[in-house]
């Protein structure tokens, strides 16, 4: 059901959030933001839910914020920004698909960088026009696109707003996979399921170490160890275990 022009679903695992403003081109509005931000803390909070799945309806991921409220914004000083909703993506514990079913402006590009894996419809494009708005980047990319691309190539974007297309993307390491625009949906809830299938807590710790780990080798090293070492013990590794010893598939659905 869309609420606030955010539609929000649950099925098997997975928590779909779709940007549901088809009319403005799925343009973020500050009541989306709060909506977004509301769902991905309940998907932390819901043990029941393993992945979150975010896209877009219509023939638009989004075309990043809502010009209206930049502008209503600077005329009465108003200082609250998106940054409750770039903290929840963030910060997400749970793996987090992006589902991109066509051009993603500003905004849209920029917090595809905080998803676990992207999926993108061949008729996705990805710009990033902040220097043309007389604004700067935001959602770290100044930090995270050079690291993703390069230097030049994440300038050429950041600086000069130039778009890339979704093969171009796939080829930079942006995205994961390219797919018919007919199907995007399927592909992405297949690689939720995927996703929800394995161990929940496993998942998670391996996505916290893949963001936020120790960034010298040897400390990371330990780390991990040290993580290794406590999952030997775990329930859900002796799950796997006896399912291999068994020769029979591993059943992670009872653990959170």
Same mark, same amino acid.
């Given at each position: 059901?869309?609420?606030?022009?955010?539609?929000?679903?649950?099925?098997?695992?997975?928590?779909?959030?779709?940007?549901?403003?088809?009319?403005?081109?799925?343009?973020?509005?500050?009541?989306? $933001?709060?909506?977004?931000?509301?769902?991905?803390?309940?998907?932390?909070?819901?043990?029941?839910?393993?992945?979150?799945?975010?896209?877009?309806?219509?023939? $638009?991921?989004?075309?990043?914020?809502?010009?209206? +409220?930049? %502008?209503?914004?600077?005329?009465?000083? +108003? %200082?609250?920004?998106?940054?409750?909703?770039?903290?929840?993506?963030?910060?997400?514990?749970?793996?987090?698909?992006?589902?991109?079913?066509?051009?993603?402006?500003?905004?849209?590009?920029?917090? =595809?960088?905080?998803?676990? /894996?992207?999926?993108?419809?061949?008729?996705?494009?990805?710009?990033?026009?902040?220097?043309?708005?007389? =604004?700067?980047?935001?959602?770290?990319?100044?930090?995270?696109?050079?690291?993703?691309?390069?230097?030049?190539?994440?300038?050429?974007? /950041?600086?000069?707003?130039?778009?890339?297309?979704?093969?171009?993307?796939?080829?930079?390491?942006?995205?994961?996979?390219?797919?018919?625009?007919?199907?995007?949906?399927?592909?992405?809830?297949? /690689?939720?399921?995927?996703?929800?299938?394995?161990?929940? %807590?496993?998942?998670?710790?391996?996505?916290? =170490?893949?963001?936020?780990?120790?960034?010298?080798?040897?400390?990371?090293?330990?780390?991990? =160890?040290?993580?290794?070492?406590?999952?030997?013990?775990?329930?859900?590794?002796?799950?796997?275990?006896?399912?291999?010893?068994?020769?029979?598939?591993?059943?992670?659905?009872?653990?959170?």
């Amino acid at each position: 059901m869309s609420q606030d022009n955010v539609a929000v679903t649950r099925e098997d695992g997975t928590l779909e959030i779709r940007f549901d403003r088809p009319e403005k081109r799925n343009a973020l509005s500050r009541a989306m $933001y709060a909506r977004v931000v509301a769902a991905l803390e309940d998907a932390d909070r819901d043990p029941a839910v393993r992945v979150v799945l975010l896209t877009g309806t219509g023939n $638009y991921f989004t075309s990043g914020n809502d010009i209206g +409220d930049f %502008q209503q914004r600077a005329a009465g000083n +108003d %200082q609250r920004d998106g940054s409750p909703f770039l903290t929840a993506l963030s910060s997400l514990a749970k793996p987090l698909i992006g589902a991109v079913n066509g051009p993603a402006i500003g905004v849209g590009t920029t917090m =595809l960088a905080h998803c676990d /894996l992207v999926v993108a419809a061949r008729s996705a494009r990805f710009v990033m026009p902040f220097t043309s708005l007389g =604004l700067v980047p935001e959602a770290a990319s100044s930090l995270l696109f050079p690291r993703l691309f390069g230097h030049q190539r994440a300038s050429a974007m /950041l600086l000069l707003g130039e778009p890339i297309d979704a093969e171009t993307a796939r080829d930079w390491g942006f995205v994961n996979e390219v797919v018919e625009d007919g199907a995007l949906m399927d592909t992405a809830r297949a /690689l939720a399921g995927r996703l929800a299938a394995l161990p929940p %807590q496993s998942v998670r710790l391996t996505k916290a =170490l893949i963001k936020n780990g120790k960034t010298d080798v040897p400390g990371r090293i330990a780390e991990e =160890l040290g993580l290794f070492r406590e999952r030997l013990r775990s329930p859900e590794a002796a799950e796997a275990f006896a399912a291999f010893m068994e020769k029979r598939r591993p059943d992670f659905s009872a653990f959170r």
